[in-house]
Nanobody, 114 residues
Framework: QVQFVESGGGLVQPGGSLRLSCATSGFTFTKDGMSWYRQAPGKEREWVAGISISGNCNYADSVKDRFTISRDNAKNTVYLQMNSLKPEDTAVYYC????????WGQGTQVTVSS
């Protein structure tokens, strides 16, 4: 069974940083690209960043130059380093493998507020 377990969220002041982790299981991690998504209150879930099998990264314009996605194939884990956080980054963050209709994990809440 494919599973995604997100962690690392919390409350942070504007300008602060957080590092999210997503532990995966139930599939061959090295054979799939991975992405982070987020869903803010009252809004649709949106794609944030993606990393390919070979490590190529892409970002939504809203987070470019502030967020960094990475993966550790030995740990079957994908990360999202978030710097210079803004209140509009407040959301529940999820990870998911690309191109598969897997169920979502529980997500991790990120709240950016002073």
């Amino acid at each position: 069974q494919v599973q995604f377990v997100e962690s690392g969220g919390g409350l942070v002041q504007p300008g602060g940083s957080l590092r999210l982790s997503c532990a995966t299981s139930g599939f061959t991690f090295t054979k799939d690209g991975m992405s982070w998504y987020r869903q803010a209150p009252g809004k649709e879930r949106e794609w944030v960043a993606g990393i390919s099998i070979s490590g190529n990264c892409n970002y939504a314009d809203s987070v470019k130059d502030r967020f960094t996605i990475s993966r550790d194939n030995a740990k079957n884990t994908v990360y999202l380093q978030m710097n210079s956080l803004k209140p509009e980054d407040t959301a529940v963050y999820y990870c998911k493998r690309n191109a598969w209709a897997d169920s979502w994990g529980q997500g991790t809440q990120v709240t950016v507020s002073s």
